[in-house]
């Protein structure tokens, strides 16, 4: 079932358009795994559009080549690199810190903000609010072998590690203000917006794409007054997109969920395909729990209580870009032998990277997909926040990525593998 999300408007979403303007100006966004791929398109996507990108990646030469090839665009965002390697929970928590004493400092002011590291100029103005506006968990893996260890080094890189990311940086994005104006939406979706809007039923979409903007324009200021008097439970809070994939629906998951200490992700599962496939399964699984006990719209801890009830009022989305011409083939093809890839391409069985970024753009930056929508409904889906995006489109995951007892136990069970309470402090 796919469910169209996106409405009308300018087109031009991944790394197509140009110019600025796109609401995401003074935005402090993060992407990891930034220096190719879908990655680097979307953080040309949210420069495109105003944004601060943290780039965070392994390879700091790669990462600094990426973004001076980035900067001599001259788009109107900015970004800088930052190492982080998903695999190595050291670097994950080092990569925390460093964000939380960087964020601190430029909210402190410029003075405080000379520091070896601490932004500048631009991407000062942007960290100046001191909070993280949104966070791509874009980096993954696909046919590794398993780690010297025997471990599952897609479960390591593809869920554990943005698990522990997302969970150290959730405090940072408390209430941060709803986007200013309608992002461009998706190119792919655009054309098919208003008819699938209407076929949802929605109050947005009962309009053309015209009017939905209009509309947009004005539930957007009354989306901002209700952001900000509803406060840290009410929305207005960052976005997390956790880039899956179709993937996903070829996933099982078979948890241990002892006593304390006995918890674990059972490793039973050796072809790298379905490691893979699991790997995607938890993202999806770990949106949906985000959603429930973060999420202002999402029904925040409601459902089987004890949840953190929605304070941080998150809008999180896993997003899958369909099949794309990146780098992520190289585990199973070595350099040389990449030219394998190129019989398909004339068939048209791949996306570029840029068409395969801009569903996450989409996700990260579309005011449809803003929290608030539950309080002023907005966009296709009736105001509640997608799960699961494809192309655009929202598209019911897999059985098993709807199982709310499975999110909440993978919650806990990744929880304890990371080294973290099942919850934070109030
Ligand atoms: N391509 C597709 O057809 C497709 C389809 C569905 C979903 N996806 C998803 O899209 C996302 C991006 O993949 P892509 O296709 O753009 O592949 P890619 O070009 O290989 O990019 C992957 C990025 O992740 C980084 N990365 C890998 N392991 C990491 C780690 N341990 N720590 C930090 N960064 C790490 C890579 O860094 P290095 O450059 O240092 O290796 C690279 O920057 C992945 O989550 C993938 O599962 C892709």
């Known amino acids: 079932m796919a469910t169209q999300v996106a409405k009308g408007g300018s087109s031009g979403g991944g790394g197509g358009s140009s110019g600025g303007g796109g609401g995401m100006e003074g935005k402090y966004c993060i992407v990891t795994g930034a220096n190719s791929g879908i990655g680097f398109e979307v953080t040309r996507g949210l420069m495109q559009r105003g944004a601060h990108v943290v780039m965070a990646c392994r390879n700091t030469a790669a990462c600094e080549a990426a973004a001076e090839r980035l ?14 390697d998903l695999e190595d929970h050291s670097s994950i928590r080092a990569f925390a810190a460093q964000q939380a004493d960087e ?33 791509v968990n874009n980096a993954g893996v696909m046919g590794v072998a398993p780690a010297p260890d025997g471990s599952d080094r897609h479960l390591t890189a593809n869920h554990l590690g943005p698990y522990l990311l997302t969970r150290l940086l959730l405090p940072h994005m408390t209430a941060a203000p709803p986007l200013p104006s309608p992002a461009p939406a998706c190119a792919s979706a655009a054309t098919a917006a208003s008819t699938s809007a209407q076929a949802n039923g929605s109050a947005a979409g009962s309009g053309d794409a015209s009017g939905s903007s209009g509309k947009g324009e004005g539930a957007g200021a009354g989306d901002r007054a209700a952001g900000a008097g509803a406060g840290a439970g009410g929305g207005g809070g ?43 399964l938890c993202n999806v699984l770990f949106t949906a729990e985000l959603q429930r006990r973060y999420g202002a719209g999402g029904g925040g801890g409601k459902e089987g209580g004890g949840g953190a009830g929605g304070r941080y009022g998150i809008t999180a989305t896993a997003v899958s870009p369909g099949l794309v011409d990146t780098g992520i083939f190289r585990y199973l093809l070595p350099e040389w032998a990449q030219w394998l890839k190129a019989p398909l391409r004339p068939l048209g069985l791949f996306k570029t990277p ?22 002023t409904p907005r966009g296709s889906a009736g105001g509640h926040t997608p799960l699961f995006l494809h192309g655009c489109r929202e598209m019911q995951p897999s059985a098993a990525a709807r199982d709310p007892r499975l999110a909440a136990d993978l919650w806990r069970v990744s929880a304890a593998l990371v080294g973290l309470p099942e919850e934070d402090a109030p």
């Not at 590291?117 to 001191?130: C, L, N």
């Not at 070829?250 to 059972?266: N, Q, Y």
Request: with cysteine.
């Open 71 to 84: 900067r001599a665009e001259g788009l109107p965002g900015s970004c800088a690199c930052r190492r982080l």
């Open 354 to 375: 840029a068409q395969g970024a801009e569903v996450v753009i989409y996700a990260a930056s579309s005011p449809d997909l803003d929290v608030t929508s539950s309080l």
């Open 238 to 280: 960052g976005r997390v997109v956790n880039v899956a994939s179709r993937a996903h629906y070829g996933g099982r998951l078979a948890l241990v969920t002892g006593p304390p200490g006995s918890e674990a992700i059972a490793n039973d599962i050796r072809h790298w395909w379905w490691q893979y496939a699991r790997s995607k």
């Open 103 to 135: 964020l601190a400092a430029a909210a402190a002011g410029p003075s405080a903000g000379g520091r070896s590291g601490a932004p500048h100029g631009r991407s000062q103005a942007a960290a100046g609010r001191g909070r993280i506006d949104v966070l």
